[in-house]
């Protein structure tokens, strides 16, 4: 519950950063109140709600926005469908939507739909400073942690125990402290010498890119510079938006195949070239015969036509194969029986 707490007052807190209508004039110091307002049912947390979505995509305002006070199962389930779009929640999680699970779930879903909301209302100097910020802090919490000093030097040093002892001697001992000395000088000058670098090439893109230090829409439209700033936070944004989409698939769909063993390849590659192989010659010798016997059934149909087919032999009149051979067969049974009654006494 300490911690549905905190995370409520986080996000309260973001929200008014971001200017939510919804919360104009309330004033809240517990954070146990401010999350019964994000968590509880009720019309407020609706408004708030829908706030956030039309924040993150101007279409599903638009849509929001069409839709009356009575119609809020509608707006319900537009909201829930931007969230599964978003790829943050199911098209059918409408207990969601309307508060009715427990706060952790809630508060989580609501801080991905304030993660992806595009910074359109923020300046370009106001971006850098919240970043120099986050840079500060974060620097502060290396230098001031207790555990910065065991990291640089730690106990158990990752070298083998032949090169301890090299390690371990005095005179190596100074002389690694006159090079560490020494080396923290260049490493030094080389570091301001790439930053004073870094500085100096802001400072020329700066001058390329006054839209930067101005008002977009005080620049001149007809060179581009009006809309270059919308376009690099519009490209960040959608960035923004891919990245979280991805980290859902990835943490639900993906992350169980990519923890998998790698498969083991079999032994029989050979083999199965030496049967692929034999199938290919198996197969070339079903096509010969099947040329075969085509080819045949050609001469029996070629046969056939000369056969039945009349044509011009000795005489005039056309006459078939079979007819022709039929005649002279006629022909020589005759003449066989006349060469036996000449020769009968």
């Given at each position: ?8 007052a ?45 924040s ?19 707006k319900?389930?537009?909201?829930a ?82 090169i ?9 001992l ?7 000395v ?82 083991v ?8 070239q ?8 198996c ?6 015969l099947?040329q ?16 039945q ?18 005649e ?10 006349a ?7």
């Amino acid at each position: 519950m300490a911690m549905a707490a905190a995370a409520a007052a986080a996000l309260f807190g973001r929200l008014k950063e971001l200017g939510c209508p919804a919360l104009d004039g309330v004033y809240l110091s517990e954070a146990k109140d401010m999350q019964k307002l994000l968590c509880a049912p009720s019309p407020h947390r609706l408004d708030i709600l829908e706030w956030i979505c039309g924040s993150v995509s101007p279409a599903h305002r638009k849509q929001l926005s069409s839709l009356g006070e009575s119609q809020s199962d509608l707006k319900i389930k537009a909201m829930a469908n931007l969230g599964y779009h978003l790829m943050l929640c199911r098209a059918n999680d409408l207990d969601l939507i309307e508060g009715k699970v427990s706060a952790q779930e809630q508060l989580h879903f609501l801080e991905q739909l304030v993660a992806v909301i595009p910074a359109q209302a923020l300046s370009a100097v106001e971006s850098f400073q919240e970043i120099g910020r986050k840079n500060e802090a974060f620097i502060k919490q290396v230098f001031t942690s207790p555990y910065l000093q065991s990291v640089l030097n730690p106990e158990c040093h990752p070298w083998p125990s032949d090169i301890k002892g090299l390690l371990l001697r005095e005179d190596v001992l100074q002389e690694r402290s006159l090079l560490s000395v020494t080396s923290h000088e260049e490493t030094l000058l080389e570091a301001s010498k790439e930053l004073e670098e870094v500085v100096a090439a802001l400072q020329d893109l700066r001058k390329e890119c006054p839209f930067l230090h101005g008002d977009p829409a005080g620049a001149d439209a007809s060179s581009g510079h009006a809309t270059a700033l919308q376009t690099l936070r519009l490209m960040a944004s959608d960035f923004s938006q891919l990245l979280v989409a991805f980290s859902q698939v990835y943490e639900r769909q993906l992350q169980q195949h990519c923890e998998r063993l790698a498969p083991v390849l079999s032994c029989l590659g050979p083999l199965v070239q030496e049967v692929h192989l034999g199938l290919q010659l198996c197969v070339q010798e079903l096509q010969a015969l099947l040329q075969v016997k085509e080819t045949s059934e050609c001469i029996v149909n070629t046969v056939k036509q000369k056969e039945q087919g009349k044509r011009f032999w000795s005489g005039n009149a056309k006459a078939t194969l079979s007819s022709k051979l039929e005649e002279l067969q006629q022909k020589y049974k005759a003449i066989h029986a006349a060469l036996k009654k000449c020769q009968q006494p």
